[in-house]
């Protein structure tokens, strides 16, 4: 159940039963070259609203700008800056928390995004403990990764015993290509696996990674690589919603 | 052209023959008992990308989130504080600026939306302006709204003579119809014309509209118009984009 | 009444009968080559004075300086940031909200304090109804442009059938030299009507019309004009002012 | 020679021989049963622009609302957060900078800015060195409240013996009434000198100062101290103003 | 070598041959029934300082305050807001670099610092590369945990293979004793080990973990662990210095 | 009783007792040829745990760092921003308040402090006033410098009639050397009494002040003067302390 297609009369039922949500929450930065600017925002999406389908939790508008400062000098990347990102998910939960919602869990897409996503949470927490009066009741936020429920943890290691990286990885351009078919695109890289290492700013993540990818051959990807991690990833998130939900 | 969809080098390219970039903006917030809650991102979203098909240009990720603060007592509204959102846009140009984008776009789906955004543009020409030095090359903006070019008013006052209205009007209800016609949905409502009037604050709103419609009768929509509304909206943008990136 | 030449008993007392008050806002900032750098704060003063005088209503000391970031490239302007005008129009409304005033109505002399200054008014709306606890009553906000009324729009055209244009227009400067006789003052420009047209950041505003003006001829204005626009502008507000307190 | 009352044209030629400005910053906020709530606005501005008229220095315009927060149990009283203040000055100053001031002296009339006026000028020489770039010349920033001129002290001294106090002197009102004859108004008070003593926030204040004055009989004003009092202490500031140039 | 007992002119000479700095970060938190409030940043200072003892990296004054918002339901725990806490991280950054440092490396005490500080690197970052004009050179930024060296888990785990636990470890309840031995205080604890899980605010985490502790019985530390630990962490820390160093 | 060295039961059980914590804070700034770069931090800190240690009162984490933007000049020199150490006093104040604290008073090392410092109550007194709701009980904040009271005053004047000057001072210096006294060094200075007057930014300060004192001559310090130094601030604090608990 997708917030942006139901009426309010709608959400209002959906509280009856539920106060949780479910908030994709993704990037707008370099994937290497054949990897979309977009994978981490639409990996999230995907993989949130088929959660949505398939258990039927609501699921929020994606937040498809994340924290990417260094992928910065690669073009068409996009990034807030760290506090912008707080005001962000402070004001989701806000608004979202008046209306009742008190188990709201982001399915991320994106490694930049955890920091700053975990930091936002305690402003959160620190702002309405602070003042627990009328409408600050107790939210409990959660940040899952696509990527690190073990159903998908082995079905990666598997599909990708080498080349599977950090940074445009096969797995993740696999989703994407599975919701995207028009876009799949393989192309020669030189080496077929990016280095690996760490970073800094995004002078130094350019300097080392010159083409964007980092420890990864997105050749490997295949649209039915796609589709399993998908139903991998959904398998994992039914688990962590459900026990968050009870938590 | 959609950014998400592409690669970076895609971009690289594209920047070679344009510096011009379209970006959709909305709201989620209710829409009277059977508009969806992301009407406005969902209009700006469908509009945005049909002119980015139509003409080439590229198309940033949505804001689905917008300055709506007097819609919080309909349960499933969402808002950005303005100043939340003065820093979402504010990182957004940045992001784009740097890259070497210099004519920016917002086509807008909220009314709500507009002071906060030109606020915005402000906060962002003041910061460029008082620190002229590298990578602060002057960059414009422009806040088009979908519903204010002249075939589209001319189309939308054949349309719908009477309850038209302006919140949760017969107008954006078939744009999103058009999308998303598993979504239509007829509902008797009382009044059938909601009432006009103005308001401040969300009880303010709420009390005053109770249903959350002003104005308007959504039932008059129809699949097709939306359809019309579309490209009518999207011939009124392409002059307007084509101006302003030649001024 | 006002505010700054009262005694606090007598604010005290000013309450027992009405909740409203009245907020000059304008500008600092370049009006043409005999126009006043302040005058945007000058007619929002001596209009909002006058209709204070004429009504009974409180009136709080005027915010001189706004959101003029486009005259920054013209010496002698001043610029609040957005930003920093929210901040401060949020402080006005909290301070006397505090007091127990409900309706607090700006009367406006500067159109590009439009935007910044509803994104304030909703910024304050947010604060207040997030905690609704003791001393966040509700408040209602207006902003009242001084030329906007139909008795003062009607004599504009009149007066000025051709050369009124939007910056330092004869009617604004006409109702500063009502005031100020002593700063009238008639130069010959070139062309004699300004041009037209939009801007963006300041280089801009300044290539497009050098000498500050936009497609007005303040050689038009007389002191006359300006004391009949006084009186049309506070008839209108008076109006505006006694709906806005029966809201 | 005020800001507000000259045309940009004459600014231009007033930097041609002076890099100079002064900048009237005051409060609105109870005064005692007599004395007017715009005080320290007022004193500030009367003598700031007697300044401007004796040495021909430029006058920007008052800062009407200062850090009054511990003034805000009494009615009427307005204030800014010390943030919004820092704002504001930044904001003030940052625009006079740019068009080539360089010496920029703040004539207060409120003890209760000294504090956030002093941590202000310390957040614009921050960012200004921190990147001293194109438009990031040094300024110089003083506060010179009007009292404390070793003039104005004598006199002050010589005037009210006894009950001159900290809050709602009769000097400050003596100025104030110089200004606006027709507000002197005596009243019996109780007792007849106000208790003095140290308080921090507003419950506090008005707990142990109930009718606002602290140490004072503002009873003892006179006009003609008033008018003594400004001709003294702008002698006092003419001498601040001269060696800040030369310094 | 510590900056806080240094000269300025031992500081100018120390950048001639090395322009890395370290950086305690702790928090002011409780820590179950026997820790002492200070523990995590008593323990990042006594390793940070014995690490600039050992090899004469230059030690900055430690932050002893950090993120802490879910600990505040017990007595004595103090917390920056995730916002405050990047703040404080960028001016210590921006002040160490404007001297030259180009490697910072904190050495932290406190878990819950380790999201808000890699958001404040990412803040520093984007700050000084959108502007890369003079001053804003490129700087490092390093989070090193004095827990997470292989010599350091390896000490741990042999000296306690149970009962270590996450939160009032014997382990940072040793390195405390070691310096501060007069504090030693074994106390029955009921349970002897206490419960783990996941905790959200304040309120969730006393509910959850009423004595403070998350997992460990601290009762198993001695003063002789606590040496043997501080010299594992200062060879792990001195590795990994040095590395960054050359990076 | 420091805090670090407490654990929570400690604080729990102090707190049944008083209600009052003393909190030092200071500045990391150059001290001239041979005074100590952590001097007003450490003076501030040695002279509150004496504090705590003689009559028992709690003394939180030392706040190292200070506002001193105008010795950025100085290699080694930190700074906060006035808006970062505003943030940095409101969650020191906030989270000791939340425990049921309600007399801070900060013993403070640095002038630069001070202004920054009152502002900051003010911004504390506001958020608290503002909503007075659970947890918002009213807290009082004092600064109190160490060198202010009458006994310490009139020791400085008795060791140095001459040379004591402002910055560098060999009281401070006198201090620190009590405390560290490997530290003590004495070195020629040109001239033996550095000069006087005034500054506003860093490069103003460096310009007039080469090697950084100000009127001071630091090389009369002496180790004994030190602990006479600390013992009569002790015994003035412990007056100001007192009284302000009764306040």
Same mark, same amino acid.
């Given at each position: 159940?997708?917030?942006? =297609?139901?009426? !309010?009369? $709608? ?13 994709? *929450? ?6 290497? /070259?054949?990897? =979309? ?25 994606? *937040? ?9 000098? %690669? ?9 912008? =990102?707080? +005001?962000?998910? &402070? ?14 869990? %982001? ?6 995004? *955890? @920091? ?31 990527? $690190?429920?073990? $159903?998908?943890?082995?079905?990666? +290691?598997? =599909? ?16 994407? !290509?599975? +919701? ?9 890289? $030189? /080496? ?9 700013? +995004? @002078?130094?993540?350019?300097?080392? &990674? ?12 295949? *649209? ?22 009870? @938590?």
């Amino acid at each position: 159940m997708q917030l942006q =297609l139901s009426t !309010w009369h $709608e959400v209002q039922d959906y509280l009856k039963t539920s106060t949780g949500v479910v908030i994709p *929450i993704g990037s707008t930065e370099q994937h290497g /070259p054949n990897g =979309l600017v977009g994978t981490d925002a639409l990996t999230a999406e995907i993989i949130g609203r088929a959660l949505g389908e398939k258990i039927g939790c609501l699921v929020a508008p994606t *937040i498809s700008v994340g924290m990417a400062v260094h992928h910065m000098d %690669f073009t068409g990347s996009m990034t807030y800056r760290p506090s912008t =990102l707080i +005001a962000v998910i &402070f004001d989701y939960v806000q608004s979202l928390a008046r209306h009742g919602f008190t188990r709201i869990m %982001f399915v991320n897409g994106h490694g930049g995004n *955890i @920091a700053t996503t975990n930091a936002a949470f305690y402003e959160i927490y620190n702002h309405r403990q602070s003042d627990p009066g009328k409408g600050n009741q107790p939210v409990k936020c959660l940040l899952a990764n696509w990527w $690190e429920g073990p $159903e998908t943890r082995k079905l990666c +290691a598997d =599909l990708y015993p080498t080349g599977h990286g950090s940074h445009a990885t096969p797995s993740e351009v696999a989703v994407t !290509w599975a +919701a995207y078919p028009d876009r799949v695109k393989y192309m020669e890289m $030189e /080496p077929e696996i990016a280095p690996t290492g760490r970073f800094t700013d +995004a @002078a130094d993540y350019r300097r080392r &990674f010159p083409d964007g990818r980092i420890g990864s051959n997105p050749n490997l990807a295949k *649209i039915e690589d796609g589709k399993r991690l998908i139903e991998a990833s959904v398998a994992d998130l039914t688990t962590t919603y459900r026990e968050f939900l009870a @938590a």
